[in-house]
């Protein structure tokens, strides 16, 4: 039996995900076996801020709703990546407000970090500052963090035309709506060509069992 605290920024994806539960329990940790990723390479990161990362990282794993902005990559260490996710206002000015002062040292989180005791270090040459002062807008945080995975949307939540990083599973998945729109746009060539839906996840239902 594992505490509900251990897995419960992915708990929306329970019923139906792309990860196991042993995956979700890792996710919560500061530095996961999945990435050897330190989310506090400046210091301790405040709780408010690392739960968007936990659910970042949550909606990265599990969510089956990812598929039409999945594009095939040619690097050592994934083959797949997606790309321009128009994530709702909200969550990204949410994002950015919680975390504005806590601490980080670079703008792109993708790539650049001293990866020589094995998780990332700051590379040399930079200086640890307040998020606010490495992405001053919340579109440079949800933007650049991650190599535009994410793009900042004008849509609000419960638009149907946003995915919401996190939701009570209990009033039902909103982002599935979300994906077929999207996936429908791209199949009748309403969406800019090159963007490839892959939709096997879109259709994957994979009980994600999270013990309380």
Known sequence: VRPAAKVAQCIPWKKNACCSAKVSQELHRDTSSLYNFNWEHCGKMKPACKRHFIQDNCLYECSPNLGPWIQEVNQSWRKERFLNVPLCKEDCQSWWEDCRTSYTCKTNWQKGWNWTSG?????????CGTFEFYFPTPAAL???????SYKLSNYSRGSGRCIQMWFDPAQGNPNEEVARFYALAMSAGAMPQ?????????ALILPLWLHE
Do not use: A, D, H
């Not at 949800?142 to 535009?148: M, V």
């Open 119 to 127: 998780s990332n270090k700051c590379p040399t040459g930079t200086t």
């Open 194 to 202: 090159g963007i490839r839906p892959l939709l096997l996840c879109l």
């Open 142 to 148: 949800c933007e650049g963090l991650w190599s535009n």
